[in-house]
């Protein structure tokens, strides 16, 4: 069981004693300071990185929102204590990470900068999966000259032992902030990649995308400037607040994720609470997106439809489910057994789109079938 005590500066609802509507959220949370609260009745737990007052900022403005008619079990754990050697915080994130995991508990960290992600990755790591690592955020973190932290971390979870991780995406990131080179590495290996030129076409292809990963981290700088200017490091022509909280809502719905980190948000850049207001909005449909959950995974008999689309020029046929509860679609892929909705088995079925399936129909390999055959590739 995990000693919280000795992690955490706790909080209390009555460090926010100016929210006195009874109907906003901060009187559904549960917090650390109130033991009678029990592990196995917790869905959600706030963790706090709290360097410069950043995670309290946050809670200010999402402990204000409204709640809705959801029945809501999520603890507040308060603030984590940190000290200097950042390799210590990491293994304070991963130890706390990893008992939340194995409680069925799906941890959110706020605040901090984006090299905690490092932290979240380890607490997968006596888990005995592999896990989809998702980041939204303007360029890849794979800097290994740079001296900080927060630009190279990447490179630690490529370079992790034993290796854990199943593949990485990257979404919303703006080309002319990346290495040609690094990206083409990427592309190489494999790695989903989608730019915010692209994304922003159709936002609704980013959600099979979110919808494969089991851990997700956001760095606020993704975002314009304009709308979020809480980060020295965001640029003009980045995602929108809008685009940022429906991937947010995408992200709750996937039954998958079981981890969240937003990071990058500094309070004392955030003179009017804009960029705070824009998280905790992110915050709130992510959890009413994980409330929302359908129950649908793994597929269950007579809760999908499966749809078989020969190939006149390839001697097999492609398989598509679509989920009788969301219209969610999956596709299969090629296995030497048949395919058995007992569990999640991450390299036979991998989210798609109904315009997936429309391709097939016309002749055409759908990409993220032809991609998703290179996934293990780079494991081995």
Known sequence: MLNYKLFFDLVGAEDFADISDQQALLHTIYFALDTSFQWKNIDIAIIGLNLKGEADAIRRQLYRLQKSAVNYHILDLGNLR???DLNENYLKVSEVGKFLLQENILPILIGGTNDYALGLYWAYQDLEKTIYTLFIDKQLDIKEESQLAEERFVSRILLHQPNYLFNLGLLGYQTYLNNHLALEMCKKLNFDLMSVG??????????PMIRMADMLCIDI???RRNEAPATPYSFHFGLTGEEAVQMAWYAGL????SSLGIFGYQADLDKNQQTAEIISV???YFIEGFYYRKGEFPLRENFYIQYTVPLSNEDFSLVFYKSMLSDR???SLPTQESTSFSHYNRNQLIPCTYQDYQEATYGNLPERWIKSLGYDVKLQ
């Open 221 to 223: 700088s993704a975002i």
């Open 198 to 207: 692209e994304l922003r076409k159709n936002i609704a292809d980013t959600e």
């Open 329 to 331: 679609w999956w596709l």
């Open 254 to 257: 996937n039954e998958k994720l």
């Open 282 to 284: 992110m915050l709130w």
């Open 82 to 84: 940190l000290s200097q």
